[in-house]
C-alpha cells in the first residue's frame, strides 16, 4: 500500500512517500480502515521531529506518522462485534505504531466510532484527536457544568474550535482567545465573548471563569500566571499540553484561590466519539477545514501546521470521496 513513513527523524523533508508499504494485518481486537482521509495535528510533526520528554520514549523507526482517520471498514478482528466490513468510521488509530498516513490503517475498535452522516471523509477526519482533547479536558478532567463560565485559550485551532462548540453545546458560557483575524470566527462558532489576546488584557474578566482550557500552542508559564487570576476561587485551569508542566508559581497562585491544575491527555472513548458524531449530525456542532492537502504535499501540511496559526483543521486526503468501496 502507499503510505508516508519516515525512517530518521528531522523536518520535513524526512517525510517519504512510499508504495510498497505492507498493509497491516489487524489484530483480534482491532479494525483495518481503508482510510479516506488523515487529519493532520502539531503531535505529528512533534514526533517527526523526535518527540518531547512525553513521547519519546513511544517512539520506534520506521514509523508511518498520522494519529486521526476517516474510511471504511475493511476487515474486522475476530473479537470485534460493533463493526462490520463497509461501514464508515472515524476514530483515533493506536498511538504511535500504525499511523494514517496510509491506504489503510489497524486500530483498536474501540478507539473507533461510526463516522457522522452529515459530512465528507475530510471533514470526518478532522474531528478525533482534537475533539476527543476538547472533550477530555472539558469533561472529564474540567468536569464543566451548564451555566459555568469557560476560558478556551486557543479558540481558533483544531482543539479549540471544537472545544468552543462542545461547551456550548453543554450549556456553558464560553470565552476565546484568538488573534484580531479569528474574532469573528470565534463568534461564528458560537463564543459569547472573543478576546484578541495580542491586545486584550485577560485582567478585564477578573475572577470570572470557572475554568480555563488552555488549547493554545503557547508554553508559557508566564502567561499561565497571568490568566489564574481570572479564575474564580476554587476553580479549575485544564492544559492539553502534557509535555510542559505547571512551574512552582503557578502552582502556589493556583493554591492561593484553592484551584487545581491538570494536564489533560485525550482518551480515545468510542463513546464521546459517537456522542461527538450525534452533535454534528444535529447540526450543534461544525467541522472547520481549513485545507486538504493530498498525500504527496504531506511536507507542505506539515509546514503549514508549523505556523502554529491554523484556523480548524488541515486535512490530508488519501482517496477521493467518489472512491466508495
Ligand atoms: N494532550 C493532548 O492529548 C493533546 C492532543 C492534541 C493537541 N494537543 C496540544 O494542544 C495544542 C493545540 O493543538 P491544536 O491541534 O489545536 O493546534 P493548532 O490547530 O495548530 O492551533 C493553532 C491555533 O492556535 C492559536 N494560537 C497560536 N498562538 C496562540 C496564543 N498565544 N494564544 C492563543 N491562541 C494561539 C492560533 O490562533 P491565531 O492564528 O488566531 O493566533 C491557531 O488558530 C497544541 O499545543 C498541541 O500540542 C494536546
Given at each position: 500500500m502507499?503510505a508516508?513513513?519516515i525512517?530518521?527523524?528531522?523536518?520535513?523533508?524526512v517525510?517519504?512517500?512510499?508504495?510498497?508499504?505492507?498493509?497491516?494485518?489487524?489484530a483480534?481486537?482491532?479494525i483495518?480502515?481503508?482510510?479516506?482521509?488523515?487529519?493532520?495535528n502539531?503531535?505529528d510533526?512533534?514526533v517527526?521531529?523526535?518527540?518531547?520528554?512525553?513521547?519519546?520514549?513511544?517512539?520506534?523507526?520506521?514509523?508511518?506518522?498520522?494519529?486521526?482517520?476517516?474510511?471504511?471498514?475493511?476487515?474486522?478482528?475476530?473479537?470485534v462485534?460493533?463493526?462490520?466490513?463497509?461501514?464508515?468510521?472515524?476514530g483515533?488509530?493506536?498511538?504511535?505504531?500504525?499511523?494514517?498516513?496510509?491506504?489503510?490503517?489497524?486500530?483498536?475498535?474501540?478507539?473507533?466510532?461510526?463516522?457522522p452522516?452529515?459530512?465528507?471523509?475530510?471533514?470526518?477526519a478532522?474531528?478525533p484527536?482534537?475533539?476527543?482533547?476538547?472533550?477530555?479536558?472539558?469533561?472529564?478532567?474540567?468536569?464543566?457544568?451548564?451555566?459555568?463560565?469557560?476560558?478556551?485559550?486557543?479558540a481558533?485551532?483544531g482543539?479549540?474550535?471544537?472545544a468552543?462548540?462542545?461547551?456550548?453545546?453543554?450549556?456553558?458560557?464560553?470565552i476565546?482567545?484568538?488573534?484580531?483575524?479569528?474574532?469573528?470566527?470565534l463568534?461564528?462558532?458560537?463564543?459569547?465573548?472573543?478576546?484578541?489576546?495580542?491586545?486584550?488584557?485577560?485582567?478585564?474578566?477578573?475572577?470570572s471563569v470557572?475554568?480555563?482550557?488552555?488549547?493554545?500552542?503557547?508554553?508559557?508559564?508566564?502567561?499561565?500566571?497571568?490568566?489564574?487570576?481570572?479564575?474564580?476561587?476554587?476553580?479549575?485551569?485544564v492544559?492539553?499540553?502534557?509535555?510542559?508542566?505547571?512551574?512552582?508559581?503557578?502552582q502556589?497562585a493556583?493554591?492561593?484561590?484553592?484551584?487545581?491544575?491538570k494536564?489533560?491527555?485525550?482518551q480515545?472513548?468510542?463513546?464521546?466519539?459517537?456522542?461527538?458524531?450525534?452533535l454534528?449530525?444535529?447540526?450543534?456542532?461544525?467541522v472547520?477545514?481549513?485545507?486538504?492537502?493530498?498525500?504527496?504535499?504531506?511536507?507542505?501540511?506539515?509546514?503549514?501546521?508549523e505556523?502554529?496559526?491554523?484556523?480548524?483543521k488541515?486535512?490530508?486526503?488519501?482517496?477521493?470521496?467518489?472512491?466508495?468501496?
Open positions: 502507499k508516508v513513513r525512517h530518521a527523524f528531522g523536518g520535513p523533508e517525510l517519504q512517500v512510499e508504495e510498497n508499504v505492507a498493509r497491516p494485518v489487524p483480534a481486537d482491532e483495518l480502515v481503508k482510510v479516506y482521509a488523515s487529519g493532520v502539531p503531535a510533526w512533534v517527526r521531529e523526535g518527540g518531547n520528554d512525553v513521547l519519546r520514549p513511544y517512539l520506534t523507526l520506521p514509523m508511518i506518522l498520522g494519529w486521526d482517520a476517516a474510511g471504511i471498514v475493511e476487515e474486522v478482528g475476530s473479537a462485534t460493533e463493526f462490520q466490513k463497509g461501514d464508515a468510521v472515524y483515533e488509530p493506536s498511538f504511535p505504531s500504525a499511523g494514517s498516513y496510509a491506504e489503510y490503517c489497524a486500530a483498536k475498535a474501540n478507539q473507533f466510532a461510526h463516522k452522516k452529515s459530512i465528507s471523509f475530510n471533514e470526518a478532522g474531528v484527536l482534537a475533539g476527543l482533547t476538547a472533550w477530555t479536558a472539558l469533561f472529564e478532567d474540567g468536569q464543566l457544568q451548564a451555566g459555568q463560565r469557560v476560558l478556551i485559550q486557543g481558533a485551532g482543539v479549540g474550535s471544537l468552543v462548540q462542545f461547551a456550548k453545546a453543554k450549556g456553558a458560557y464560553v476565546g482567545t484568538a488573534s484580531a483575524s479569528n474574532l469573528e470566527y463568534r461564528q462558532l458560537g463564543a459569547d465573548e472573543a478576546l484578541d489576546y495580542r491586545n486584550q488584557q485577560m485582567t478585564e474578566l477578573a475572577q470557572d475554568m480555563v482550557l488552555e488549547a493554545s500552542p503557547l508554553r508559557d508559564n508566564a502567561e499561565r500566571l497571568r490568566t489564574v487570576a481570572v479564575l474564580k476561587e476554587g476553580g479549575i485551569f492544559s492539553v499540553n502534557l509535555d510542559f508542566p505547571f512551574n512552582e508559581a503557578v502556589a493556583l493554591a492561593a484561590k484553592h484551584a487545581t491544575g494536564l489533560s491527555n485525550n480515545p472513548r468510542q463513546e464521546w466519539l459517537t456522542e461527538m458524531a450525534q454534528i449530525d444535529a447540526g450543534q456542532v461544525q472547520v477545514v481549513s485545507r486538504v492537502y493530498p498525500l504527496e504535499q504531506v511536507a507542505d501540511a506539515h509546514r503549514e501546521s505556523t502554529r496559526h491554523v484556523r480548524g488541515l486535512i490530508l486526503e488519501i482517496r477521493k470521496e467518489a472512491e466508495q468501496a
